[in-house]
């Protein structure tokens, strides 16, 4: 079953504003990843976040993690056309050697 | 340096017929992955080998089976496919554990009727 649960399900902005993506997951974790999936391509790493991490940057990305509240987000600022993809989050178990959970994506189109 | 590498493209197939999916990845990972992707469900892990010589069963391995063939070679095999297999299926791989991103292949585009 999915572990994460991205949220909204889908966004449509205008080139320019920035774009916030929510990600809920439901047990303990070592990190959470951002992936983005262009249209009919594979999915491509963003970022990772560690659990003793609360915030990260990568260019346009910041990234949030709240381990008490279990969610995290992704915010792309100054948006553009070519941000229009899926974006998905996922999780690491906080132990064992479980793969990644993927949640359902977010639907993001950029409107230029 | 290709990454990981998927073949075939796209495959149509008819109930019962079988197939193998390839999947080789050159960056010298230890753990590969298999995931179907299905409009509306995200990502589903099949199988997966977290290093070469172990493979393990996923959230949804049934009518499936894998093969690690080497460190590079990961391959997924339908025995007798269903029309429910239709699906993207996508190969992934990772250095090692915790703390590593996946690297994807652009997926296989599989059609069964």
């Known amino acids: 079953s999915q572990q994460g649960e991205e949220d909204p399900q889908a966004l449509s902005i205008q080139e320019g504003e920035n774009a916030t993506m929510n990600c809920s997951y439901k047990t303990s974790i070592n990190n959470l990843q951002w992936y983005r999936q262009n249209s009919g391509r594979g999915l491509v790493h963003l970022i990772l976040?560690?659990?003793?991490?609360r915030e990260k940057h990568s260019g346009r990305l910041r990234v949030t993690l709240d381990t008490s509240k279990k969610s995290s987000s992704l915010l792309i600022t100054a948006s553009r056309a070519a941000d229009t993809a899926s974006y998905f989050c996922a999780t690491d178990a906080n132990s064992g050697n479980t793969p990644l959970v993927f949640g359902k994506g977010t639907r993001l189109s950029v409107i230029a | 340096n290709a990454g990981v590498t998927q073949t075939p493209k796209f495959q149509v197939l008819k109930t019962g017929q079988s197939m193998t999916l390839q999947c080789a990845q050159d960056m010298n990972h230890n753990s590969m992955y298999w995931y179907r992707q299905d409009p509306g469900m995200g990502l589903r892990l099949i199988y997966y080998s977290a290093s070469e010589g172990t493979t393990d069963k996923g959230e949804v391995p049934n009518g499936y089976n894998v093969s690690r063939l080497n460190k590079r070679e990961f391959s997924l095999r339908l025995e007798s496919a269903a029309p429910s297999q239709t699906s993207v299926y996508f190969c992934?791989?990772?250095?090692?554990?915790?703390?590593?991103?996946?690297?994807f292949g652009n997926g296989t585009r599989l059609t069964v009727t």
């Open positions: 976040i560690r659990s003793n991490e």
């Open positions: 992934a791989s990772r250095i090692q554990g915790r703390n590593s991103p996946l690297h």
